[in-house]
């Protein structure tokens, strides 16, 4: 079995320092931006896999029903928590860098 993958670290930040040291390096309202920026990118990997599942050419069966659709759903949603919160698509790194600019420069971003 394989093990799970290290959440990624931007370039910045030493994997030594960990997430309290990071999120205390940061200004409370980059530290928001950056939660606001992985709710986001968690939002468009739903719908994208939303999207996905809709084109499926699948046929309906007792064993494709209302249970599994709802098993599909959990599992998609947990997957883009966990994909948005490690950085692996990149959209929240991206918003984060764009609407940083537009924060007061107070030296520690």
Do not use: C, W, Y
């Not at 931006?33 to 990118?41: I, N, S, V």
């Not at 998609?76 to 919160?85: I, L, S």
């Amino acid at each position: 079995m394989t093990s799970p993958l290290p959440p990624s670290v931007p370039p910045s930040v030493s994997r030594s320092t960990g997430p309290v040291a990071r999120s205390s390096a940061l200004s409370q309202e980059r530290a928001e931006l950056r939660k606001a920026a992985e709710g986001f990118e968690a939002i468009m990997i739903r719908r994208m896999l939303a999207t996905a599942r809709a084109a499926s050419f699948a046929e309906e069966t007792p064993l494709t029903g209302g249970g599994l659709q709802q098993f599909q759903t959990m599992r998609d949603e947990h997957f883009a928590d966990v994909a948005a919160a490690s950085g692996a698509f990149g959209f929240a790194r991206s918003i984060e860098a764009q609407l940083a600019q537009h924060l007061p420069d107070k030296g520690d971003n």
